[in-house]
């Protein structure tokens, strides 16, 4: 039982340490010219659906939920935010070549149709970022818009 003890205390000792070990944040006051919505003004409609299903994990600012400020959750988010942005950053849309846009679409299109994004992982907390049936098919209609005019 003393054992027990001993390996509790030294584990919260090290959660209590690690909460001083701060995670970058990915947030940005400024909408480049760059940006996906700027670039291509997109609908009001389309553009909310976006910004609330998409943007926090693949552009250059995001609302953080109240447990990023807890380790080890906010170095999961920065990593899972890092690896969005590698794949897709909607700000930086405007310096994207012709190709790669096309490619970013093709990608958005299929994502979308497997029900692939966003992660249930996201919509389980971030339930508003769910998108429906409708909101799927419109946001495909779009893409496949822009995809076509390239």
């Known amino acids: 039982m003393r054992i027990i003890k001993i390996i509790l205390l030294i584990l919260l000792v090290a959660f209590v340490a690690i ?11 400024t909408v480049p010219k760059t940006d996906f919505m700027e670039v291509n003004k997109v609908p009001a409609t389309i553009q909310n ?17 109240w ?39 093709r990608s958005i299109i299929s994502q979308i149709e497997d029900d692939k994004m966003p992660l249930d992982s996201y919509t389980i907390i971030h339930r508003d970022a769910r998108l429906s049936e409708t909101d799927q098919k419109e946001i495909i209609k779009y893409m496949n818009l822009l995809k076509n005019s390239l």
């Open 67 to 105: 447990y990023n400020k807890i380790q080890p959750a906010a170095w999961f988010l920065e990593d899972h935010i890092k690896e969005g942005k590698d794949e897709l950053n909607f700000n930086e849309w405007g310096d994207y070549s012709a190709r790669r846009k096309n490619s970013k679409l």
């Open 19 to 29: 909460q001083f070990i701060p995670a970058s944040r990915n947030i940005s006051d």
């Open 49 to 65: 659906k976006l910004q609330m299903s998409c943007y926090d994990c693949h552009s250059n600012n995001t609302d953080y939920p």
